[in-house]
């Protein structure tokens, strides 16, 4: 008997390789079924202002935001759906829904006439309605955005740029730049002591330079004071020869 899988579309066949043994599976397109199966990865936990795993997640202002979805984002709304541009889940949830309880047979004919976007292949038509529960779940029950939020577009390119979550990323560090920057709030971020570490590491370097300055000055001005001395020392010999009215001895190791 095969496994049903509610996150496949409905009588496609598939088997996968576990611990040696081949499975088998079926699916039966319940998006509805497979959301519930995904909620558990998600890993949300019952403290506020949390996302996934129960990672810290800012407040959004949402009725006065606007976001976009890129990379699977948009593919996931426009390669099988055609609805890539503004979201809307209601709209979504139902293309979705038509999609994963769609016959295999009859997304196969569709797409060998050419129905869906140039570069969606096999692959993507196999797993669209897997991908239409995780995205639905992702964004709004791991990040907690309302199902009537309207203010997201998914878009592939802004003013004929391709745009990936790579170049959000470089946005993001680039705010420390330079590199110095970079490096020290990585420093910060694995060790939390670090503030007052360097706090303490900053007044014993600033004891110790202060310290060094004033002993410089010090050995200065004993160096100028027996120069000093030197010099009365001279003068006063010079002053008593000239008043005996001898010649002034020559310094040692003069010719």
């Known amino acids: 008997m095969p496994y049903l899988d509610p996150c496949l579309p409905l009588d496609i066949k598939d088997e996968i390789q576990q611990n040696g043994q081949t499975l088998y599976l079926r699916g039966t397109g319940d998006f509805d079924l497979c959301r519930e199966t995904i909620q558990p990865f998600m890993n949300k936990t019952n403290e506020t202002q949390t996302s996934l795993n129960g990672i810290y997640q800012p407040p959004i202002h949402f009725p006065n935001s606007e976001f976009y979805g890129f990379s699977e984002f948009y593919y996931c709304t426009e390669d099988v759906l055609r609805m890539g541009g503004d979201y809307n889940a209601a709209k979504f949830t139902k293309a979705a829904k038509d999609y994963c309880a769609t016959k295999w047979s009859i997304l196969r004919e569709r797409f060998d006439r050419g129905l869906y976007a140039s570069h969606a292949d ?68 694995s060790h939390t002591h670090w503030r007052g570490v360097s706090f303490v590491y900053n007044h014993y370097l600033f004891s110790g330079c202060f310290l060094v300055v004033l002993l410089a000055i010090l050995l200065y001005l004993l160096r100028l004071r027996r120069i000093h001395r030197r010099t009365l020392r001279s003068s006063s010999a010079a002053t008593l020869w000239m008043e005996e009215g001898l010649p002034a001895q020559k310094p040692a190791g003069t010719l």
């Open 122 to 189: 096999l692959h993507r038509l196999k797993y669209q309605c897997f991908k239409s529960a995780w995205m639905f779940e992702v964004f709004h029950r791991g990040f907690s955005f309302p199902v009537n939020y309207r203010n997201l577009k998914t878009a592939l390119q802004v003013y004929d740029k391709e745009v990936q979550w790579t170049l959000g990323a470089i946005l993001y560090r680039t705010r420390f730049l330079p590199l110095r920057d970079i490096q020290q709030e990585a420093f910060r971020a």
